[in-house]
Every structure is written in C-alpha cells, then in structure tokens.
C-alpha cells in the first residue's frame, strides 16, 4: 500500500514570494491533515479536512495561508506571502475515517521549507 | 486543548528496555491516549493507543495509570533503531492530535 505522498521534499523561497505544497493521501482516506513543524517542536495541526470539507481551521493563519481538498483526495497548502517565521517542515496526513476518538494517522515525509 | 508532559530526552542502553513516561494531568474522559515517534527525517509514525486498560502491540506496551493522568511508553528491547522524538498525544472526539515537544530517545551500542 503506498504511503502519503508530499511534494516538493525541499523548497526555498525569498520572503514575500508565494509557495504552493501538495499531497497525495492514502487511498481512500477520508480526512486529511496538515502540520507545520518548526525546528525543535512537535507538529501543529493546521487544518483536517474530512472528504473536501474543512472540520478545523482554527489554527491556519488565514491572512496568508490557504488550503484546498478538491474532489476530496489531493490537497494543496499555499503561503501567499511567505514570512521568514513560515520556515518549518509541512507535514501532510491522513487517516481512513472521519472524526472518531480512535483513528491512527499516517504521515508523508514532509516538505522542508526555508524562508530568506 | 489538553496538554501533555514529556522528558525532554531519555537515555538508554541498546537491548536494555525503556519506559518513557507521559504526564496528561487534564485528560478528559474521552480522549485517547496515543503515541507517535519521529525518526530524523521523517514524518511521524504511529506507535500505540489506549483508552482505559493496558495495550500492546508488536513495537510496543501502553501503561495506563487508573486516574487517567499519566501513561508510560515500554519499549522492551531498545534498538539502534528506535533512536527517535516520541510524542504521547491525546486524541479527542474530532481525531485532532495535540503534540507537545515530545522525548529524545537515544540509545547507545
């Protein structure tokens, strides 16, 4: 079974510029995760879409970033501008059910962001 | 959200087992107690759940205090390769996961 897939793995940007990540889940997941993980610190959810609806965005600074899920697989993460406090690794995940006390969720390698 | 508390990193001797524990003083009493480790490089991976009673699994064991508030990682046999970030989260209703900065194992040959 193949994993989450992430893409690009590595990327730098000047600030002010605009970056785009995508994800491929597990097929057939309905609920996908993004994290932005900061050098030091545990992952921070982002946003969870279930199918291609957003469940939780409380913590995306909407001001400048912006996701997508169309057709409720793939998804997208964009910084538009990007701040050198936006430096981190996006972690993309995703887990076979919807909102439920137990789910596992299983994470794509991530992609490394340097802002200059 | 509720929050957990975790060594900062932990030490231990390869072939030796490990307990790493986990402080969760505000667990509520539907949130499930899961760990995740991060090896370097990569995203993390799932390692063990629990709700109430003790679990294992093949990588690991999951001790469960009776209160609820804290819970204890058994690796029985530490390996070069379980050198990693372990994360011990609370997973609630809305499967959201709350990390903390999680324990440094390192393990020596």
């Known amino acids: 079974e193949a994993g989450v897939a992430q893409s690009p793995r590595y990327k730098i940007i000047e600030k002010r510029q605009s970056v785009a990540f995508w994800c491929n889940p597990i097929?057939?997941?309905?609920?996908l995760y993004w994290y932005q993980q900061i050098l030091g610190q545990g992952p921070k959810l982002l946003i969870q879409?279930?199918?291609?609806?957003?469940?939780?965005d409380s913590q995306l600074p909407k001001d400048r970033f912006s996701a997508e899920r169309l057709k409720g697989v793939d998804s997208t993460l964009k910084i538009q501008p990007a701040k050198l406090e936006d430096s981190a690794v996006y972690l993309c995940?995703?887990?076979?059910?919807?909102?439920?006390?137990?789910?596992?969720?299983?994470f794509g390698p991530g992609t490394r962001l340097t802002v200059l | 959200d509720a929050k957990t508390t975790q060594p900062n990193s932990m030490e231990s001797n390869e072939e030796e087992p490990v307990h790493l524990p986990c402080n969760h003083s505000t667990i509520s009493g539907t949130d499930y107690i899961h760990w995740y480790r991060q090896l370097p490089s990569q995203g993390p991976e799932y390692v063990i759940h629990?709700?109430?009673s003790n679990v294992n699994n093949r990588m690991a064991s999951l001790a469960i205090a009776e209160d609820r508030k804290s819970s204890t990682l058994i690796l029985h046999r530490a390996t070069l390769r379980d050198a990693a970030v372990y994360y011990c989260t609370l997973n609630n209703a809305g499967n959201m996961l709350t990390f903390g900065g999680g324990t440094r194992l390192m393990v020596k040959p």
């Open positions: 097929s057939g997941h309905a609920t």
């Open positions: 995940a995703s887990s076979l059910y919807g909102a439920s006390s137990y789910n596992e969720q299983f």
């Open positions: 879409f279930q199918n291609n609806g957003v469940v939780d």
């Open positions: 629990g709700l109430t």
